[in-house]
């Protein structure tokens, strides 16, 4: 079992929706992560919080928004997406924003009609 | 532009042989270097890690091996079983102001019985 939570693992939205995907981790990490990953490829960085502040957005579109509500807890809200942002949506922890090994969620499949 | 890559997208083992998957990354700055395996339908799972000032570190099965000169970077796995079928990525962390975790293409592992 994965040490880092994800909820919903699937979702299906359409393109005028709103929704958030969950990320929850009791590890003490203080750094945590959103990746998107197409199929068949590697996971590409989105966003990165250091101590609940947000510390990289990776030129994301503004129709997701992170939020970092304490330590533990990662979300991601969902507005007006495009159906090419269906993919799977992981979230990861690591102990610190520095050389450390992440640890991932299985992610959240996420499909937009 | 700057990426970490792989040579081989596939590799087809029998079981009991050692496997070799290699990487090669382009930024000599990157300092730290993580193998994960990714299941199908799960997230990536660390394997093993190495600092920029080792050129080997061991782990159970597996061995990293780092060729800073060339920016090579390897993963050996032991004795091959079934359950080592996955896809593995090497990635590397780069400081750019915000640790930032690039990861290459991936490499499919297929162990034959």
């Known amino acids: 079992d994965t040490e880092v939570t994800q909820t919903p693992k699937h979702l299906v939205m359409g393109m005028t929706n709103k929704k958030s995907l969950k990320c929850e981790q009791h590890m003490g990490h203080r750094a945590m992560y959103w990746y998107k990953q197409k199929a068949k490829k590697p996971p590409e960085l989105m966003f990165v919080y250091s101590y609940e502040k947000l510390s990289i957005n990776e030129s994301v579109p503004s129709r997701f928004s992170p939020e970092c509500p304490n330590s533990s807890l990662l979300n991601l809200h969902l507005h007006a997406l495009q159906p090419e942002d269906s993919a799977l949506y992981l979230c990861a922890s690591s102990r610190e924003l520095s050389n450390q090994p992440q640890h991932f969620g299985d992610g959240t499949r996420l499909s937009i009609l | 532009g700057e990426s970490v890559g792989l040579h081989l997208p596939t590799l087809s083992v029998q079981e009991g042989d050692n496997s070799i998957i290699n990487c090669a990354y382009s930024?000599?700055?990157?300092?730290?270097f993580i193998w994960y395996k990714q299941e199908s339908g799960k997230g990536p799972q660390f394997i093993i890690d190495i600092r920029s000032n080792m050129d080997k570190r061991q782990g159970q099965r597996v061995t990293v091996l780092l060729n800073k000169t060339v920016k090579h970077l390897s993963l050996q796995i032991a004795a091959t079983q079934p359950g080592d079928s996955a896809v593995y990525f090497c990635a590397e962390n780069r400081d750019t102001g915000g640790f930032k975790t690039i990861f290459g293409a991936g490499t499919r592992l297929f162990v034959k019985a």
């Open positions: 930024n000599s700055a990157s300092d730290y």
